[in-house]
């Protein structure tokens, strides 16, 4: 590994090999053996031209190499252009019915909580208690096209609650209790609910919260719901003052029946996800039944080379897409490890005590979580079952990716993926057929036709330009709920581009299909018309022990160049003395350009960041540019609000 060290860090060459899979590991891919069945034995990128230009042909072959259950009737596999592409015309299918097949006997769930709580389910017994609350749902009147929401950690009865929610063919959503109450009605009011799942409160870092409050709060502002089910997280049965339509969790699931499935169109509505609706009201966000279950499938199967005997884990909460994607795991054959709590709880290296302890085979976390721990000087150990680490939520840094393969394990795949809650999926990540290379995201996913388009909407190569997708994928979202027109819809992705989804993201596409992400396009830095993303930035500033987070700011607006600002939280002790401003400064200067050197650094106590952990330029930068901090963004969708009034002009 190749590498050049500076007083301020250890940095790494963007683009050093850290490994490569060997033959054995090629030879064991799961995508090798699909290969073969295709006969197609060329390499990776022969695959991916393949399954982009001949969608028909490769969607075709994931529904019957996995044997997808359900019809697939004699319509065409694909009709029409983006953004009104039709998949599967004629077919039908359940996702449930997909995720429960398999021997029962087999492990299907392990769950595990920071107070150190442990339940296992065989596949038979997910079943049974799939059945029980399905009969639960049917006895409160829920059924095909009826939505339940749902409020709740990621404990079992989350993804029980689901899976009996789409074999009925109703229509789930869900947001973790750690959103305040405006927040959820933004949400649920929007898709009218009949039932609503809530706990009473959650533990979190060692503290326990009460929020059946809360529950009482958002169930008075849902008018369409019939039924409130109570799961006492906190305490036995529902709070006296619990709403009149309450039943307990014991209630709803007290009789047993028979296990059935509503088979439903393709792209019949599976569940509802949002935006992060920090400065608007969220988009409703409707994904099908048969685009999840294939694109799960090829995922989960060919990108992360899980299948049966894997024990999958992704740290995630309800309100993050990185759930229903993490539950997907069933659909493969996987056991999936639900945790519920703080990562740093008792210490930063719990998630990796968690994975050694349940022998993970597959380990996901959001990038912020694989810095912490280097920060920390995290050394993992027992993980000997461990093939793969996955990160997501935002770019991870060479120094990040370095890090793993120095300290968790040198023989391990670790694929940084890049997607969104608009398609519950990745564009890019990684294979285990190809190498990684450090702050390099491998490949372009299975069918997922990604380019680099410049402002005119010509595609580039070795340069930085907008993240578009040229041709259709069966996740992307059928519909945006209420948006009868598809006006909505349209204007988020294909405003720009007429036909060609524009995703919001700066990306570089290297000459081999290799990757790397820049961070948010709307978010650039755009010095002295050098345009830059702001994950350069932050991968400069935070290898600096003294920092422990940061956010930089253009002001600038069209024709007119503005300041930048840095914004830093210090770590444990630290200052910002005048050396370190004159180091960072320097770092800056060398590493970037003198164009990108800070016009001003200031301290605060913390980063505004989104519930699931991504942080917020756009709305910073609103505030600077005069926005008061009420209206620049949603506090209900942060996870710590109390930051932003530190970012208001003095």
Known sequence: MRRKRGKDGDMVEEGA??????????????????MERLGRTGDYEDVWKWSVESPADFWTSIWDYFGVVGTRGDGPVIQGTMPDAEWFAGSALNYAENALRGHPGRSAVIFRNESGSRWQYSLGELREEVARVRAGLVRLGVGRGDRVAAYVPNIPEALIAFLATASLGAIWSSCSPDFGAPSVTDRFAQIEPKVLVAVDGYRYGGKAYDRSAVVREIAGKLPTLEATV???????????????????????????????????????????????GTTGLPKPIVHGHGGIVLEHLKSLSFHQDLGEGDVFFWYTTTGWMMWNYLIGGLLVGSTVLLYDGSAAHPDTGALWRLAAE??????????????????AGVKPRGLDRLRGIGSTGSPLPPEGFAWVYSDVRPDVQLGSFSGGTDVCTGFVGAVPLLPIRAGVIPCRCLGASVESFDPAGASMVGEVGELVITRPMPSMPVMFWNDPSGDRYRESYFADYPGVWRHGDWIKILPDGGCVIYGRSDSTLNRGGVRMGTSEFYRVVERFEEIADSLVIDTGQLGQEGRLLLFVTLADGASLSDELTSRLRTALRTELSPRHVPDEIHVVPGIPRTLSGKKLEVPVRKILLGTPVEKAANPDAMANPEVLTHFAPQ
């Open 358 to 375: 349940e022998g993970v085979t597959y380990f996901g976390t959001g990038a912020p979580y694989i810095m912490a721990s280097m920060k």
């Open 230 to 276: 109570w799961i006492p997280a906190l305490r036995e049965g529902a709070p006296d003052d619990a709403p009149d339509t309450a039943l307990s969790w014991d209630d709803l699931r007290a009789e047993t029946a028979p296990l059935e499935f509503e088979r439903v169109p393709f792209g019949h509505p599976l569940w509802v996800l949002y935006s992060s």
């Open 17 to 34: 090999l850290l490994w490569e899979p060997t033959p054995d590991v090629v030879r064991a891919a799961r995508i090798t053996r699909y």
